[in-house]
């Protein structure tokens, strides 16, 4: 280092400079807190009233009931609100997933440290500020959603323990990368997972509409959700906790600035994800299994 700052002075000032600042402060200066909370509300709201507008219109279509649906006593008011959920899901997985999936994988191809924030490299690249405000952005919507799912499990759309679980979890997660506003290749990596909810909400769906075309739907996208649970969930997600834990490890200046505690929880929390994946991996190929058969 000061070998280096000896030839070239003024670069180190500006560099020490820059990281007076946390990383976070500089992507605050682009986006506040108080907007990105007041986002995470809006989306909870759009997607409240997007679901009671659908169950409202689903009372009055009729659509029939599976046999599946029947045998386990679903009323027509349970089959309307399964079935606006689903769709609510797959609505907002459909540009969610993706977006963060492309996102991700640019960040890949970019690499460390712009994968840690825009704002490492001084003066920042335009493009590269966007990226981060786009994976913030996709943040706030992801955990609206989940809020919207935690206020329905209290309506009652949802039953479970376990449930209430999986979204206050989700939750959190959301609130952290929402807090560190760090971090946009983990971050992004981790709301890819959603790719694999469209197929799983899709397979839900049709699986409680009555007809053939339901059914085969139904089937084909079970398979699809085991194929992107197990690509994106398990293999990429896994990747890329992994490789932020070893640059993390390797440049610890950037873990330091942003608060070693704060990377810390956001590597366990991150990890304890993965690990959840794959325990549930377990049950997803398995059940892939028997149908296959």
């Known amino acids: 280092r000061d070998l280096f700052s000896s030839f070239f002075p003024l670069f180190c000032f500006q560099a020490e400079k820059a990281m007076d600042i946390s990383l976070t402060e500089h992507y605050r200066q682009h986006r506040s807190p108080q907007v990105s909370a007041l986002a995470v509300l809006a989306w909870a709201l759009i997607f409240s009233l997007y679901a009671l507008l659908l169950k409202f219109v689903l009372l009055r279509k009729a659509l029939p009931m599976s046999e599946a649906a029947k045998s386990r006593g679903t009323s027509r008011v349970e089959f309307a609100e399964n079935v606006a959920s689903c769709i609510v899901a797959i609505?907002?997985?459909i540009y969610l997933g993706p977006?963060?999936?492309?996102l991700s994988l640019h960040h890949q191809f970019q690499g460390y440290p712009v994968a840690f924030s825009a704002f490492?490299?001084?003066p920042p690249k335009q493009n590269d500020v966007l990226q981060d405000l786009l994976c913030g952005q996709l943040g706030e919507m992801f955990t609206g959603n989940v809020l919207y799912q935690i206020?329905?499990?209290?309506l009652k759309w949802e039953t479970?323990?376990?449930?209430l679980l999986h979204h206050i979890g989700f939750f959190l997660a959301g609130v952290l990368i929402l807090n560190l506003a760090v971090y946009p290749k983990l971050a992004s990596s981790a709301m890819c997972m959603e790719v694999s909810s469209i197929f799983l909400s899709t397979h839900l769906m049709f699986r409680q509409i009555?007809?053939?075309l339901c059914a085969l739907l139904s089937d084909v996208a079970a398979a699809f959700f085991a194929l992107t649970f197990l690509t994106i969930r398990i293999l990429w997600f896994g990747y890329c906790v992994v490789d932020f834990i070893y640059h993390a490890w390797m440049e610890p200046e950037i873990p330091q600035n942003v608060g070693v505690t704060k990377s810390v929880i956001a590597a366990a929390v991150f990890g304890l994800g993965w690990i959840l994946q794959l325990y549930w991996s377990q049950l997803v190929v398995s059940k892939a299994a028997k149908a296959a058969k």
């Open 99 to 102: 977006a963060a999936l492309m």
């Open 210 to 212: 009555d007809g053939k």
């Open 151 to 154: 206020i329905f499990w209290f």
């Open 91 to 93: 609505s907002t997985h």
């Open 160 to 163: 479970g323990i376990d449930a």
């Open 120 to 122: 490492v490299p001084q």
